[in-house]
């Protein structure tokens, strides 16, 4: 057992919200485990990719490795899929049938340019930031409300959303794009746009019920930021490690207050910015007795430091609980990690997120490159991101690991050259197919085949029909949703999207904490409650119920079925012929093509309505597991 | 048993699937989710009552209080005391008008409020001693329904499926119904499966029509067509599948046919009429009021019925609300009627079908209420009470509990406990003992720890147990 009661009495007569802040600071007696040889402590090597028989360094060191184990690599996968893996992957959305016929073209030619040339356009595609930014967004815990009772809304978190999709489209430096979310508006002279990133601290859970403990709640905040900026950064479990549980190597007591008190004197302030562009304030929900609510100003939710008289000390909280003070600590970081000198002058929390950029920082290179090498193959060189303690999982390349972390380093944090880099490699190019059911695929012999995640799933289906809006950024909209959905928390209702806004993405669609959108929800959207740096995949029967029933994946089906018959008309080999293209990006095999032909044959006896058959006929191609696949 | 969380931590599509097929029969049983002994309880039906219930005008009478009607509160018991709304330096105890009589063979205290749960003070067991640290909704509300006060974390009924497996082949092994005045503060985090897995959550059933989302076919497609869709579906699948060998797709097809079962089970669920009229009358389906919430309240327990009775593991049933800060007497009477009657019939129902015996029922909120009169600033006269986290009252009955005892007193007036303390830790740790599990035990890893929904605390309360 990692847990062990701990010496906590509880007691009916005792001060309410006494106990609470024991339960939850005990969250605070933080105890990353740091052995002082684990590997993730270590010193980033430099490493010499091994002669292994590729020039590609990725490769090299993954053949080397499949070489000792006697495995061999499989080989490329054929164009189309490569295509379609490259496009889900880098823009989360599926490549026309038009932009195959040109990619299969020009891979006729030349495949090495075919490729390359592709990779570049889509690195330099405005989708490419949305479909990262959808990755940091889950580690931000992005959400646009506060999740307690109330659940009041933040109709400007977007502002920060798009921050973020802005930053990575223009590869804003990882260490910029870092610092100034921590702690941008203690740079000299802060500019709007590094204050709309400190945003970041602003996206935790909010409690405001009445009679509520202030400082127990602010207390609450300061330890989940703390948290937080340990799990992106650092790859530390410090939310969830219990206080007694690892009692030597541990992060002491003392050093989490430490580290606490970067966060300890900050100030919730929200800023008036002027944006580039007048949005529309139809998107803005109306309270129940509201007429009409007035001409926002704009105001993005940003982090600033107290004024000095105002300064808080930070106390070792007793057991955990923050009424009880032990010794007074100033902000630092734990012994076991790289030494963090705070310049005269400088603000704390500023020397905290350059301190995470220092050479001599193993953590945040290898957790960020392992983060970004988990969206390409499924699965990271660590398997568990937010865990790089001992009790997490052991690299399956250290020596690549390492050398994407030190060229990361080196590169200037370019998280554009590194996914090139990546993608550019014979093993992401790999095959997918599962030769050997039996064999793990931790040496990486193969691709791997990966479920899409939540927004991608309706992405997908909304350009495959043609009904996609590719807008990107602005107020979030609101899909239809049936109202003992929407209605079910004490709050406002949901103001359904018109027109265009209801076909945009997956990211786009309002995210309010009492009520998850239930398509998202079933594909494992993460219920932003805390950091998330690995999504779950499950398979459930509810998923095949919302790929069958959901009404906006029917208009799917149903629009993309029309089209088709106004195309072929009862040509309908031609026509599913046409809809394999456009949601899968291939033809059909003649088995495939049978076993479809006889289906519409019979929806076709069954409804009498040749147009329906066809609609009939695209939803069970919506429907395959492979347009929910990237392979 | 390190290795073996170890797999579960790292293999969460595989666990998934492992369970899914050990549902289907297809892969033996190896134990690693199986209860930890013999269960006495294999299902429950958790009667949610958010807003938190007023104990002394339901279950616990404190004539004492109503002596002192009208005076200012000891000043002992107030200190360090905070409230949401009272104002306590000029609160005074408010005594009840609810006339009490003792009931069945064991003499258990109700109040006329409750005409028909009293003919079951025999089977139930209530708990007068309930206590915990959280004195608003939501926070209770999650303690209450996860064991820890912030969000995040799975509800008692994710963890319970996580541990046993649905037991219904063709419905969802945890559904959540509700009758709602103001709405559920938590919303959807109320049935969360929090940081387990999304298929441990509970599903929403919605009062009328189709009752879970997604379960009808579109207005166009014909069950036929439906029937015809998904054939071709695995066929295309299956085809896939020999040549790309990608194990998902084994279970996609899998769960196309659960989700094709469960369009035709679903309906049969929520369709009535194989039920007697004197079963309808008896649950008060036919009662009509101008909310329509007694009707709404009987539907849903005499689904609750139909959903364990076809294998559902887990129900909870929310009823909204029970937050009387102002006209306490009619307001309380009000959710009185919408329930005692249906929730008297549930448990004579179970019984008669022989399926108390392994049917957990619980009855509670989130904490009770002030014996103070809530004076809050604003209010011309005091005729409700505040919330109340240091003593409420709840009852449990089946599934192994021992009926027809009082367990736990509370002070004179009714402000702390007296005997018997049982903290919602407590209580979560007796649930789980009773479907077999040791609170300690049952654990997921997730972000590099070990979580119980009994966290560091709880302990089985005994002298509850058959």
Not at chain 1, 505 to 520: A, D, E, N, Q, S
Not at chain 2, 308 to 315: A, H, L
Request: proline letters at 7%; aromatic letters at 8%; hydrophobic letters at 35%.
């Amino acid at each position: 057992m990692y847990t062990e009661t701990l010496p906590l009495t509880f007691s009916p007569k005792m001060k309410a919200g006494h106990l609470i802040a024991k339960a939850i600071l005990m969250i605070g007696l933080i105890t990353p485990v740091i052995a002082d040889d684990h590997w993730a402590y270590q010193p980033i090597q430099n490493p010499t990719p091994p002669a292994s028989g590729s020039q590609n360094p990725i490769d090299a060191f993954v053949l080397a490795k499949l070489k000792e184990a006697n495995f061999k690599p499989s080989p490329e996968a054929p164009p189309h899929i490569l295509l379609r893996r490259a496009h889900l992957d880098l823009t989360g959305l599926p490549p026309t049938p038009e932009e195959m016929t040109a990619f299969q073209k020009a891979w006729k030619t030349d495949p090495q340019s075919a490729w390359a040339d592709k990779v570049d356009a889509l690195l330099g595609s405005p989708h490419f930031g949305e479909q990262w930014a959808k990755h940091w967004l889950d580690i931000a815990r992005y959400a646009e409300s506060d999740g307690y009772l109330g659940d009041t809304l933040r109709h400007w978190a977007w502002i920060y959303r798009d921050w973020v999709i802005n930053s990575i489209n223009s590869d804003q430096p990882f260490d910029q794009f870092s610092i100034e979310q921590l702690a941008g508006d203690l740079l000299p002279n802060a500019s709007q746009s590094q204050k709309i990133a400190t945003g970041f601290h602003r996206n935790n859970l909010k409690n405001t019920e009445a009679g509520l403990d202030k400082e127990l709640a602010r207390t609450k905040q300061v330890v989940d930021r703390a948290a937080t900026t340990g799990n992106a950064w650092l790859g530390l479990t410090m939310a969830c490690a219990e206080c007694h549980d690892h009692k030597h190597d541990a992060i002491s007591h003392e050093e989490f207050f430490q580290f606490y008190a970067f966060f300890n004197n900050t100030k919730d302030s929200d800023i008036s910015v002027k944006l580039d562009k007048e949005w529309p304030i139809t998107t803005i929900e109306k309270k129940k007795d509201e007429k009409e609510p007035s001409k926002p100003t704009p105001k993005a939710q940003a982090l600033s430091i107290l004024p000095e008289k105002e300064w808080r000390k930070t106390h070792v909280h007793i057991r955990g609980d923050y009424t009880r003070h032990g010794e007074e600590v100033t902000p630092g970081v734990p012994a076991a990690m790289h030494p963090l000198t705070i310049a005269e002058g400088e603000p704390p929390r500023l020397a905290l997120a350059r301190w995470l950029f220092a050479d001599d920082n193993p953590l945040t290179p290898r957790v960020t490159v392992n983060q970004i090498w988990q969206k390409l193959f499924g699965t990271g060189i660590v398997a568990t991101p937010d865990d790089f303690g001992t009790h997490g999982a052991r690299p399956s390349h250290p020596l690549l690991l390492d050398w994407l972390a030190s060229s990361f380093r080196d590169s200037g944090w370019s998280r554009k050259k590194l996914i090139r880099e990546i993608v550019m490699s014979d093993t992401y190019r790999q095959s997918s197919t599962n030769t050997y059911p039996d064999r793990p695929n931790d040496l990486l012999w193969r691709q791997n085949s990966v479920r899409v995640n939540a927004e991608t799933v309706r992405d997908i289906h909304l350009v495959a029909s043609g009904l996609f809006t590719p807008t990107v950024g602005g107020p979030s909209v609101h899909p239809p949703l049936p109202s003992f959905v929407s209605d079910v928390g004490r709050s406002v209702k949901w103001p359904e999207s018109k027109g265009p806004n209801r076909y945009r993405r997956g990211m786009y669609i309002f995210l309010k904490r009492t009520v998850l959108y239930p398509m998202l929800t079933a594909f494992d959207a993460p219920d932003t409650s805390s950091s998330c740096s690995r999504r779950e995949v499950t398979n459930t029967p509810m998923q095949a119920l919302t790929l069958l029933n959901d009404p906006v994946f029917f208009e799917c089906a149903d629009a993309l079925g029309k089209e088709l018959y106004r195309k072929h008309g009862d040509d309908a080999d031609a026509a599913i012929t046409d809809t394999f293209q456009r949601c899968l990006n291939r033809d059909p095999n003649p088995g495939e093509l049978a076993t479809l032909s006889s289906a519409h044959y019979d929806l076709l006896d069954e409804s009498k309505n040749p147009e329906l058959a066809m609609i009939a006929t695209t939803r069970v191609i919506m429907n395959l597991n492979e347009f929910i696949t990237r392979d | 048993m390190a290795s073996r969380r170890r797999f579960l931590s790292s293999g969460i599509g595989s666990l998934a699937l492992a369970s899914m097929l050990r549902d289907d029969g297809l892969l033996a049983d190896d134990s690693f989710q199986a209860p930890h002994f013999a269960p006495k309880a294999k299902r429950c039906i958790y009667l949610f009552m958010e807003g938190g219930p007023s104990q002394m005008d339901l279950f616990d009478p404190k004539p004492k209080l109503n002596e002192m009607d009208g005076q200012a509160m000891p000043e002992s018991l107030l200190e360090g005391v905070k409230f949401a709304f009272t104002e306590k330096e000029t609160a005074r105890l408010l005594g009840s008008p609810r006339t009490f009589k003792k009931y069945g063979q064991c003499g258990m205290d109700m109040s006329d409020l409750l005409p028909h749960l009293s003919d079951h003070a025999d089977d139930i067991a209530l708990i007068r001693s309930m206590y915990c640290d959280q004195f608003n909704h939501l926070p209770g509300q999650l303690l209450m329904l996860t064991g820890t006060p912030f969000r995040g974390a799975p509800t008692l009924g994710s963890w319970l499926n996580y541990g046993l497996g649905s037991s219904s082949k063709d419905l969802p092994g945890y559904v959540a119904m509700t009758t709602l005045g103001r709405g559920l503060p938590g919303g959807a985090a109320s049935w969360s499966s929090g940081f387990l897995p999304s298929n441990y959550s509970g599903a929403l059933f919605r009062n009328e029509g189709s009752p879970v989302l997604n379960l009808a076919n579109p207005d166009k497609i014909s069950p036929e067509m439906q029937r015809r869709t998904i054939e071709a579906v695995n066929d295309l699948n299956r085809q896939r599948f020999s040549e790309t060998a990608n194990p998902e797709i084994a279970s996609r097809i899998k769960n196309y046919e659960l989700a094709y079962r469960m369009q035709s089970a679903a309906p049969e669920l929520i369709d009535l009429s194989d039920e007697t009229e004197a079963t309808k009358e008896a649950y008060g389906l036919n009662r009509e009021d101008k909310t329509g919430f007694q009707a709404s309240y009987a539907r849903n327990c005499l689904l609750a019925r139909r959903l364990v009775e076809r294998g559902t593991r887990f129900v909870t049933l929310f009823l909204s609300t029970w937050d009387q800060h102002s006209k306490l007497d009619s307001e309380l009477a009000k959710n009185a009627k919408i329930s005692d009657q249906p929730v008297a019939a549930l448990l004579q129902d179970l019984k008669d079908r022989g399926l108390l015996d392994e049917t957990l029922v619980v009855w509670g909120g989130e904490f009770g209420r002030t014996p103070l009169g809530e004076n809050r600033s604003g209010f011309k006269t005091v005729t409700g009470r505040d919330h109340h986290p240091y003593s409420f009252s709840m009852w449990m009955a089946g599934g192994g509990i021992k009926g027809g005892q009082t367990l736990g007193s509370t002070d004179e007036i009714g402000w702390g406990v007296e005997k018997d303390p049982v903290h919602i830790h407590d209580l979560h740790a007796t649930i789980l003992h009773l479907f077999g599990f040791d609170h300690e035990e049952l654990t997921y890893r997730f972000q590099g720890r070990d979580f119980r929904l009994t966290d560091v605390h709880g302990k089985v309360v005994k002298k509850l147990l058959a």
